[in-house]
């Protein structure tokens, strides 16, 4: 693929249809930036934020502006693969900003690992995505269900926590629809 080339990127990620119609969006444009630094350099980018290396807390902020899917999968698979259970913990603690809803189908591992660790970035993982409004509610209640029986006690905390901010925003925006119907009444 030439990376010069918008039109074939473009085309490549659905930004541009069989009729040439166009659309974008945030979720698109990274996809684009992705596509453009390459799966292996987000890859590699997670590797080096897992052995500690220096600019890690600059790498980790490019990354969660980025959501990378490559970045996200590499943090699952030193998950996996880590012999060393510390990695594991910082793998899982990077996608707990770097994920987006994607990496929901592997949080109910995290959360059945043995480690309290990996655990306690695991819930982290969905109250970030929900604080950022990267999902919806509906997306994490059965995680959620998980976690209010976990053995974890933070985990329990964490579950109790979240459930309250989404009954915050549920209430803030019936409060706000109520006001506009009234203002355009």
Do not use: T
């Not at 659309?23 to 934020?49: M, P, Q, T, W």
């Not at 987006?100 to 995290?110: I, Y």
């Not at 819930?123 to 919806?136: A, K, N, T, Y």
Request: aromatic share 8%.
């Amino acid at each position: 693929m030439d990376l010069s080339n918008w039109v074939e990127i473009a085309k490549k990620l659905g930004a541009i249809n069989e009729e040439g119609q166009e659309n974008s969006s945030s979720d698109k444009a990274r996809e684009a930036i992705e596509l453009l630094l390459g799966e292996d350099f987000c890859r590699e980018s997670v590797r080096h934020y897992v052995s500690l290396g220096a600019g890690r807390e600059l790498l980790r902020g490019v990354l969660w502006q980025l959501h990378p899917f490559s970045a996200m999968d590499e943090c699952y698979r030193i998950f996996k693969d880590a012999p060393d259970v510390q990695n594991k913990r910082d793998a899982v603690e990077l996608l707990r900003v770097v994920a987006d809803r994607r990496a929901l189908n592997w949080v109910s591992e995290f959360l059945e690992y043995d480690d309290v660790g990996v655990q306690n970035w695991a819930i982290g993982i969905v109250d970030q995505l929900i604080f950022s409004e990267l999902c919806e509610p509906e997306e994490v209640e059965s995680i959620l269900c998980i976690a209010a029986s976990h053995s974890n006690e933070y985990v329990r905390d964490q579950e109790k926590n979240i459930r309250a901010m989404l009954a915050s925003n549920e209430e803030q925006d019936k409060v706000l629809s109520e006001f506009y119907e009234r203002k355009n009444a």
